[in-house]
């Protein structure tokens, strides 16, 4: 018997994004105001991808809307290793910054890995240097990931218990499918990780409480892989004839899933917002901002919420 409709909430990541940076926002005029600096972003870009250009002056302008300042290194599609390692070894070296990120995909040659364990973990925002991602492993503060942390705060905004919850995580990257496993089973669930050579995929998938697919793979969830009630998280984005389409059939969940977050206003607004939020982070861990006055823990918690 095919399961009872039920009331599905596709979430709005957009407007929780939008909360969220006006708490960051108030957060960093408060430091303006007590006259410190306001925290700044490097963004390194490498090459001529229009996507990628696109995607830096979007995070750019998210800075802008917060009153943090951001600053930007454009390197030729012909730069070597060493050549964008020197870079980000300066921006390591200038205390005005406080995050670094530098855009994937990087040319051939250049060693997404190398450039990784090249940037100051203190200022590690996209959470890929090594030492981050082993404090990330003992359960030790660190910079994380962006994207984890924005699915952790849509399920905790949507209320979603995680304490003994069965959660299935499809994808095993370092930047989304590792880190959000280790983060949901920090937060007491029991998780299970699929991957290319998962049997039974759909199987798997049908027993999760919290589903969360980051593959890559366009509409690779169906309806009968979701068990009725469980929270749908899409991370992945594909390009269709054109249009992008995520890793799940999004209509299809609605009437199943407690939660789905849709691939346009669902994850990406608030990976971005993360983006933020571990800069403003960097800067009060480096006690930066040019005087003694780095955020008060008042502060860090209202951004924080
Ligand atoms: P990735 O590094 O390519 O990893 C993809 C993962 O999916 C791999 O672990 C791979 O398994 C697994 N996989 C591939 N085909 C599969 C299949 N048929 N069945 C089960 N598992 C399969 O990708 P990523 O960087 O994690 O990104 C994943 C997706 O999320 C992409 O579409 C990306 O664009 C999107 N993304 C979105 C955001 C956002 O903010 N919205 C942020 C980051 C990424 P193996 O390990 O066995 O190869």
């Known amino acids: 018997m095919p399961p009872e409709p039920r009331q599905t909430v596709v979430v709005d990541g957009l407007a929780l994004a939008t909360e969220i940076r006006q708490r960051l926002a108030d957060a960093v005029a408060r430091q303006v105001a007590a006259g410190c600096r306001p925290p700044c972003l490097a963004v390194v870009l490498v090459g001529n991808d229009p996507a990628s250009a696109s995607y830096i002056k979007g995070k750019q302008r998210a800075c802008g809307r917060v009153g943090m300042d951001s600053v930007e290194h454009r390197l030729p599609d012909s730069a070597s290793e060493t050549e964008v390692i020197e870079v980000v070894d300066r921006l390591n070296r200038d205390a005005g910054v406080d ?39 003992l359960g030790q503060p660190g910079l994380v ?7 952790m705060k849509i399920l905790e905004h949507h209320a979603i218990p995680l304490e003994g919850a069965h959660a299935v995580v499809i994808g095993r990257s370092a930047i989304v499918g590792k880190p959000i496993a280790l983060l949901l089973q920090r937060a007491n669930a029991t ?13 798997v998938c049908r027993e999760a409480d919290i589903l969360v697919a980051a593959v890559g793979v366009p509409r690779l969830v169906k309806a009968d892989w979701i068990q009725p009630g469980a929270a749908v998280i899409d991370v992945g984005v594909s390009e269709v004839n054109g249009a992008l389409v ?15 977050t ?20 960097a800067y009060r861990r480096r006690g930066a901002g040019g005087r003694s006055g780095a955020l008060t823990s008042d502060d860090d918690a209202s951004a924080r919420s």
């Open 262 to 281: 849709p691939h346009r206003r669902g994850v990406g607004p608030m990976t971005i917002t993360m983006l933020l939020q571990n800069t403003l982070d």
């Open 145 to 151: 990931p962006c994207t984890p942390l924005g699915i």
């Open 99 to 137: 995050g670094i990120l530098v855009q994937l995909p990087l040319p051939k040659g250049v060693r997404p890995t190398a450039v990784a364990e090249a940037v100051d973990p203190t200022k590690d925002v996209d959470g890929l240097h090594p030492m981050n991602a082993g404090y990330l492993l």
């Open 191 to 203: 998780v299970t990780m699929c991957h290319s050579r998962t049997r039974d995929l759909a199987g």
């Open 246 to 260: 995520g890793d799940v059939d999004t209509e299809s969940a609605v009437g199943i899933a407690s939660i789905v």
